[in-house]
C-alpha cells in the first residue's frame, strides 16, 4: 500500500470534511471539492458486521484524516477513503486534457498484448484490435483470469489497462509487480486520483474524473446512477 501512503503524502491541504455519501455504485466525499470513488463492500449477511466502524461520524472534522481510509483492509472505509483523496488533491487542471480512455487502449495496443485489470464496457471492442487480450477480475467472470494468474500473462503485455478501484482493494503493487518497465499503463474510472504521483510509479495516462456540480452529482448518486447517468462530472486525463 506504499502507493497510497505516497498519494496521501502528496497532498498539500486539508480541508474540513463538509459531506459524506456512500451509495449503491459511487462514494462522494465533499471538503475542497467534491470527490468520487467507486463503492464497493464486503460480502457478509447479519446486522453484526461493521463495515464502516464510525458511521454516523464521519461528516465532521478532517479530509485529510479521512483519506486515511483509504489504508483500511474494509473496503468500503477504503472507499470513502479514496473519494476523501479525490476531494483533496490539488488538480492541474492546465495538464490535464479530454481523452478517450477506450481509443488509447486500441491506438496503443493494435496487433500487440492487452492486459486489462477490471470489467470495462469497451472489451468486446478490444477484442478486435488485439493480438492477445487478457483480463483480469477478483470475481472472474466465464472467460475472466483470476488474480493468481498475474504473474502468468501481465509481464506479456504491451498495454495494461488498469481500475482506478485497484487502489481500494490493495491490488495495485501486486499488479505493477507484474507488468514490464515499457509496458504502456493507464489507469482509468472516476476513482482515478489524478495526480503526478502515479505517473511517478509508471503510469503513462490517468483518466479520471472532476466533479464540477457538487450537488447534481450528489443527487445522481443518491439515486442510484451508474457513472454514465451522473450529472455534473466532467471526465478528464493527466499525461507524463
Given at each position: 500500500?506504499?502507493?497510497?501512503?505516497?498519494?496521501i503524502?502528496?497532498?498539500?491541504?486539508?480541508?474540513?470534511v463538509k459531506?459524506v455519501r456512500?451509495?449503491?455504485f459511487?462514494t462522494a466525499?465533499v471538503s475542497?471539492r467534491?470527490?468520487?470513488a467507486?463503492?464497493l463492500?464486503l460480502?457478509?449477511h447479519?446486522?453484526n458486521v461493521?463495515q464502516v466502524?464510525?458511521a454516523g461520524?464521519l461528516?465532521?472534522?478532517s479530509?485529510l484524516?479521512?483519506a486515511?481510509?483509504a489504508?483500511?483492509?474494509?473496503?468500503l472505509?477504503?472507499?470513502i477513503?479514496?473519494?476523501a483523496?479525490n476531494?483533496?488533491?490539488?488538480?492541474d487542471?492546465?495538464?490535464?486534457v479530454?481523452?478517450n480512455a477506450?481509443e488509447v487502449i486500441?491506438e496503443?495496443?493494435?496487433?500487440k498484448?492487452?492486459g486489462?485489470i477490471?470489467?470495462?464496457?469497451?472489451?468486446?471492442?478490444?477484442?478486435e484490435?488485439?493480438k492477445?487480450?487478457?483480463i483480469?477480475?477478483?470475481?472472474?467472470?466465464?472467460?475472466?483470469?483470476?488474480?493468481e494468474?498475474?504473474?502468468r500473462y501481465?509481464?506479456?503485455?504491451?498495454?495494461v489497462a488498469?481500475?482506478?478501484?485497484?487502489l481500494i482493494?490493495?491490488?495495485?503493487?501486486?499488479?505493477l509487480?507484474h507488468c514490464?518497465?515499457d509496458?504502456f499503463?493507464?489507469?482509468?474510472?472516476?476513482t482515478?486520483p489524478?495526480?503526478?504521483?502515479?505517473?511517478?510509479?509508471g503510469f503513462?495516462?490517468l483518466?479520471?474524473?472532476?466533479?464540477t456540480d457538487?450537488?447534481a452529482?450528489?443527487?445522481c448518486?443518491?439515486?442510484?446512477?451508474?457513472?454514465?447517468?451522473?450529472?455534473?462530472?466532467e471526465?478528464?486525463?493527466?499525461?507524463?
Amino acid at each position: 500500500m506504499k502507493i497510497i501512503e505516497d498519494i496521501i503524502g502528496g497532498i498539500g491541504n486539508d480541508a474540513p470534511v463538509k459531506d459524506v455519501r456512500t451509495c449503491t455504485f459511487w462514494t462522494a466525499v465533499v471538503s475542497r471539492r467534491c470527490g468520487l470513488a467507486s463503492t464497493l463492500r464486503l460480502d457478509c449477511h447479519g446486522g453484526n458486521v461493521f463495515q464502516v466502524k464510525s458511521a454516523g461520524g464521519l461528516d465532521y472534522g478532517s479530509a485529510l484524516n479521512l483519506a486515511r481510509m483509504a489504508l483500511s483492509d474494509l473496503p468500503l472505509e477504503a472507499s470513502i477513503g479514496m473519494a476523501a483523496v479525490n476531494s483533496l488533491i490539488d488538480i492541474d487542471i492546465e495538464k490535464c486534457v479530454e481523452m478517450n480512455a477506450r481509443e488509447v487502449i486500441i491506438e496503443k495496443g493494435k496487433g500487440k498484448n492487452i492486459g486489462i485489470i477490471g470489467h470495462f464496457p469497451f472489451i468486446g471492442k478490444l477484442r478486435e484490435h488485439a493480438k492477445n487480450l487478457w483480463i483480469y477480475e477478483l470475481r472472474p467472470a466465464p472467460g475472466d483470469l483470476p488474480r493468481e494468474e498475474y504473474a502468468r500473462y501481465l509481464p506479456q503485455c504491451d498495454v495494461v489497462a488498469v481500475s482506478g478501484t485497484t487502489l481500494i482493494n490493495h491490488t495495485l503493487d501486486e499488479v505493477l509487480s507484474h507488468c514490464r518497465p515499457d509496458a504502456f499503463k493507464i489507469m482509468l474510472g472516476p476513482t482515478t486520483p489524478l495526480t503526478p504521483v502515479l505517473l511517478d510509479y509508471g503510469f503513462d495516462v490517468l483518466c479520471g474524473s472532476l466533479v464540477t456540480d457538487a450537488e447534481a452529482a450528489l443527487r445522481c448518486i443518491g439515486q442510484g446512477a451508474n457513472f454514465r447517468q451522473v450529472e455534473g462530472v466532467e471526465v478528464l486525463s493527466l499525461t507524463k
